[in-house]
């Protein structure tokens, strides 16, 4: 029977949605072996969704803290450490096969310590394609590295390349492999619900929810919605609630609340500091004028963009990058010249003014279910 260990070092953003999906995908095949391999901090997230028990399928837990140091040297050390830690359980469980949640995390130590017969898999979000004109003499030459090890690596089978099918092409292009795959950012279908605030807080139904939600951190522009308040005037103040949903990143959380103190007198501001439902998270999108999105990372998807589209929403995002090349195909996008204050504030003025192409949306829909992640990766 072949064993396959699906890898998976965090949990931040959507890694726990996707350990599921991959979960009940696998939960027909029965003439594997499927063993997650996972931090032990999955147990105090596991309960938030189901998991039924399967024969073939089992959980292995480690206790190895990711290093957050983000620098070179930081990076490459914490690659060095987890491509250890692969090589020990592939060695332990005799697996044929690896897929990674996030493979970019063990690379370059990867395909050096793992024997060339195991098949390594996994998902890319960060495509070097969009940055590479911003990019300094040393991170182009790292890009090129890391690129040509998966390239040229025996070991590694398959990339997916998350939303994109044009970078998949490119890639392949340039690279000349077929080794990139386009893969689906999926989401879940949220059903309309009705409209119930789980703190009882009223919002007038003249009023328009501004919403931010997901992982609330600097890189997200989180503090740069909150510093748009200041431009409001009085007529605003009385239109618009914003809405922030999801965990504040602990990075920001001092300088999140400090803001929040400031402006929570000038206009209506809701804060949900956690982990939310999908239900809840349907309840937002549904409720809300327009969802706010202005990233400073516009190399890589968000999985946000596909409930905006679901009900049809616009969103506010970058003008350049994979999400808004993505975004302009579903025709629901308000686009940032530059992600500041004053530059969100006049893209929320034009909220009330566009109009969402919803057979585009749809169309988008049709594409990005569950069901096609799960084919494309299990089958």
Not at 70 to 75: H, N, P, Q, V
Not at 181 to 188: A, E, K, N
Not at 304 to 319: D, R, S, T
Not at 362 to 373: K, M, Q, R, S
Request: with cysteine; aromatic share 16%.
């Amino acid at each position: 029977m072949k064993t396959t260990l699906i890898f998976d070092a965090e949990l931040r953003g959507h890694h726990l949605e996707y350990l599921h999906h991959l979960y009940m995908g696998y939960s027909t095949h029965t003439d594997q072996k499927i063993i997650f391999i996972l931090h032990k901090d999955f147990l105090l997230v596991k309960n938030r969704l189901y998991w039924p028990e399967y024969e073939h399928i089992q959980f292995d837990f480690f206790n190895t803290d990711i290093n957050e140091d983000f620098s070179f040297i930081g990076k490459i050390t914490t690659s060095y450490n987890l491509s250890k830690l692969v090589k020990k359980y592939v060695k332990m469980y005799n697996a044929e096969s690896v897929f990674f949640i996030f493979l970019m995390s063990f690379i370059p130590w990867l395909p050096f310590l793992l024997p060339s017969k195991v098949s390594v898999s996994g998902i890319l979000y960060r495509v070097y394609l969009f940055d590479w004109e911003q990019y300094n003499l040393l991170q182009k030459v790292a890009e090129i590295l890391r690129f040509s090890l998966l390239r040229f690596s025996k070991c590694i089978s398959k990339i997916y390349v998350l939303n994109s099918r044009s970078c998949t092409r490119t890639l392949n292009k340039i690279w000349k492999c077929n080794k990139f795959h386009y893969l689906p950012d999926p989401f879940v279908k949220l059903e309309c619900v009705e409209k119930i605030w789980k703190d009882g807080s009223t919002i007038p139904p003249n009023k328009k929810i501004l919403l931010h939600f997901g992982s609330l951190m600097r890189r997200k522009g989180t503090l740069e919605i909150l510093d748009s308040i200041q431009y409001f005037n009085e007529s605003d103040r009385g239109t618009y609630v914003f809405v922030f949903a999801g965990k504040v990143d602990r990075e920001i959380k001092r300088e999140f609340y400090e803001k929040l103190a400031v402006y929570k007198d000038k206009v209506q501001i809701l804060v949900y500091d956690e982990f939310c439902s999908f239900e809840f998270i349907s309840a937002l999108v549904e409720s809300s004028a327009c969802v706010l999105m202005p990233y400073f990372n516009t190399s890589q998807s968000s999985g946000l963009l596909g409930y905006a589209i679901q009900f049809a929403k616009p969103v506010i995002v970058p003008q350049k990058g994979m999400l808004a090349k993505i975004t302009k195909e579903s025709y629901n996008g308000i686009y940032l010249n530059s992600i500041s204050p004053k530059e969100i504030y006049h893209s929320i003025q034009q909220v009330k003014q566009f109009k969402v192409d919803g057979e585009l949306c749809n169309l988008y829909i049709a594409t990005h279910g569950v069901d096609e992640f799960v084919r494309v990766i299990c089958d």
